[in-house]
């Protein structure tokens, strides 16, 4: 299972950083390969939060559960992904100075055999990484042009 690491710096403090990321189903405004998210249940945060992400990267398109398995305001939320493919994901954030917050994404994620399973990953490592990077550059700008309300 290849580990995938991707980071940034925001100019805005970590707490409004924190706002933007902790609001599970408004990923699909930043994340451009994740089409729509579907809570299941009540929960919309916290641990135990559960929710379907359609995801679409060029002609992949894939429905996966994931769980939050970590939820430390206002520096951590970790996921556990179920589906087509497995694995955990964690966001974290951290100080970067005055006014600034460097975000963290780390991935490991199994692909299925059909996929070519560890070595398909291996070969996917690169295209997610920069499919990622993308998503915490549009992070990095609705963070610091949409204020808390």
Do not use: K
Not at 2 to 16: G, M, Y
Not at 34 to 54: K, N, Q, S
Not at 125 to 145: F, I, K, M
């Amino acid at each position: 299972m290849p580990h995938i690491r991707v980071r940034t710096t925001v100019a805005a403090p970590r707490e409004v950083v924190w706002d933007r990321l902790s609001d599970i189903g408004d990923h699909v405004t930043w994340m451009a390969d994740a089409a729509a998210i579907r809570f299941v249940g009540d929960r919309r945060a916290g641990v135990g939060t559960t929710f379907e992400c359609e995801t679409r990267l060029g002609p992949l398109r894939t429905t996966d559960v994931m769980q939050v398995t970590s939820w430390r305001e206002p520096t951590e939320i970790g996921v556990r992904h179920q589906g087509l493919f497995t694995g955990v994901g964690r966001f974290r954030l951290e100080e970067a100075g005055a006014h600034r917050t460097r975000v963290v994404w780390d991935e490991d994620l199994r692909f299925p055999w059909w996929l070519g399973g560890a070595p398909g990953a291996t070969l996917a490592r690169p295209v997610l990484a920069a499919v990622w990077r993308g998503n915490l550059r549009r992070l990095a700008a609705y963070a610091t042009t949409r204020q808390p309300a």
